[in-house]
């Protein structure tokens, strides 16, 4: 079993930055793939980051790409998405998951535990 909290989340305007934090706890951190997902109002959730064990591979939706960076530290046992250049579409729920599978793949079934979610919201 793997806990995980998510923090960070806020309200800011276009074109400002936040960083997202996911804290885990439970069996060994260090050993899973982790991934950043978020979920708008009405909308499926959609991947958005994901990076491996060792942090040696990282992935990003397009949407994202060169705007928002992932990384971890497994001796905190934490996973980190900064988001910059921040825009209204941005706007969701975003959750951090764990995958066993050793390298990142989009699709949510993949991903076996969840946070509860933290609420992002980009005003124009």
């Known amino acids: 079993q793997v806990h995980l909290v998510e923090s960070g989340g806020g309200l800011v305007q276009t074109g400002d930055s936040l960083r997202l934090s996911c804290a885990a706890s439970?069996?060994?951190?260090?050993?899973?793939?982790m991934g950043w997902f978020r979920q708008a109002p009405g909308k499926e959730r959609e991947f958005v980051a994901g990076i491996t064990w060792s942090a040696g591979s990282t992935y990003y939706a397009d949407s994202v790409k060169g705007r928002f960076t992932i990384s971890r530290d497994n001796a905190k046992n934490t996973v980190y998405l900064e988001m910059n250049s921040l825009k209204p579409e941005d706007t969701a729920i975003y959750y951090c998951a764990v995958s066993t599978i050793v390298v990142v793949t989009t699709p949510p079934r993949n991903y076996r535990y969840w946070g509860q979610g933290a609420q992002v919201t980009v005003s124009s």
């Open positions: 439970g069996r060994t951190f260090s050993s899973y793939t």
